[in-house]
């Protein structure tokens, strides 16, 4: 039926970073998402023109009537005072259980009130997505020093470190994606090659990717194995094809052969993927 592959809302966008939203929403598409709520502030027309498979609103009250069943907090939101605001909102409201991606701006929101919602972290399949500088502010604030050095195996174990603090899973997106788990105090490597030319959105579209596979999926560390193996194996793709032209744009269209072409290792368990020790 209609919404069995998901349903996600993506709480992201504002009048300055709307293609954050549209990266991200189009990435859910293609992960299998049969259609995604969008909400944004500001610019959702723009948003809403990109695709015919976006619900937008820049209402408040208007995202309580979509019948979402996972959630994407961040990117492109911006931190206003407005942007808080709808971020307070949404937390306040979410649900147990359900599948709950925070990434870019919504990791800065999360960190002024983390005390207010650490228990929000814990009662839902909670996955944050920080880079190594983003991972870095996280880790500051909640042990107070500076993170190892990042080829360390202390770094590793800082990563798990956080993840266990937080009650939730991490990707830390860097060189090689690294995936905590609290749950079962695991980690994992994604080292699949990436390619050299690092565009704008590309965490945008790990993001997309993520939520839409989180929907159909109980194994939140096999989720965010199989979107760090596609979105790499879609960059790579995309700049074979482009070269140093390449667009975050042109990722998208390859994310399904990464995911649902038969006997492709994004299906499955993807290689170049190691469990750390």
Known sequence: MKGDNGRPLLVCGSD????????????????????????????????????????????MGAWRQFHFNAMLVGPGLDVTSKAEEIFITVMNSIQPRMPLVIDADGLTLLLRNLDRYIQVLETCRVVLTPNMREFSRIYRQIFGQETPPCNSDTYLTAVLDVAKKLRCTLIVKGPQDVIASNTESRMVLVREPSQPKR????????AGCLLSL????????????????????????????????????????????????????????????????
């Open 199 to 206: 565009a704008s959105g590309q965490g945008d579209v790990l």
């Open 16 to 59: 300055k970073y709307h293609g954050a939203a549209i990266y991200a929403g189009r990435a859910c598409i293609r992960a299998g998402a049969d259609y995604c709520f969008i909400l944004a502030h500001g610019n959702t027309q723009v948003i809403a023109m990109n695709s015919p498979e976006f619900i937008v609103s820049d209402f």
């Open 214 to 277: 989180l929907c159909t999926s109980e194994d939140v560390v096999l989720a965010c194995q199989r979107a760090c193996y596609a979105v790499r194996s879609a960059a790579c793709m995309a700049f074979d094809r482009f070269s140093m032209g390449m667009a975050t744009s042109d990722m998208l269209d390859f994310l399904p052969t990464f995911l649902f072409t038969p006997n492709s290792p994004g299906g499955d368990a993807p290689p170049m993927i190691a469990e750390a020790n």
